[in-house]
């Protein structure tokens, strides 16, 4: 059975800093991407970062560019979202996402239970 399972979301001042994780178990992910979302109160799910374990490669979404870095430990199929610089913009619940080759905005094969960060003022 495959889960993700988030962690690390909780309440923090605007400006402070967090870091989400998400750990990947029950299948091998190799040709995999995967990523971030968030949907805060009253709005769409959003896109907010990605990576890809064939290549490494990472792409972000414009409102968190500069402010958000997403890594990954292939040894422990995890992937971090560290995020500077909150504002209240980003409070919101943050899923973790997997989809064979590419993330896409909302038919990925796996998605996690979410995590809430709130980013008081």
């Known amino acids: 059975q495959v889960q993700l399972v988030e962690s690390g979301g909780r309440l923090v001042q605007a400006g402070g800093s967090l870091r989400l994780s998400c750990a990947a178990s029950?299948?091998?992910?190799?040709?995999?991407?995967m990523g971030w979302f968030r949907q805060a109160p009253g709005k769409a799910r959003e896109f907010i970062a990605e990576i890809r374990w064939s290549g490494g490669s990472t792409y972000y979404a414009n409102s968190v560019k500069g402010r958000f870095t997403i890594t990954g430990d292939n040894s422990k199929n995890t992937i971090y979202l560290q995020m500077n610089s909150l504002t209240p913009e980003d409070t919101a619940v943050y899923y973790c996402?997997?989809?064979?080759?590419?993330?896409?905005?909302?038919?990925?094969?796996?998605w996690g239970q979410g995590t809430q960060v709130t980013v008081s003022s």
């Open positions: 029950g299948r091998t992910f190799s040709y995999y991407a």
């Open positions: 996402a997997a989809n064979r080759g590419f993330l896409h905005t909302s038919e990925n094969e796996y």
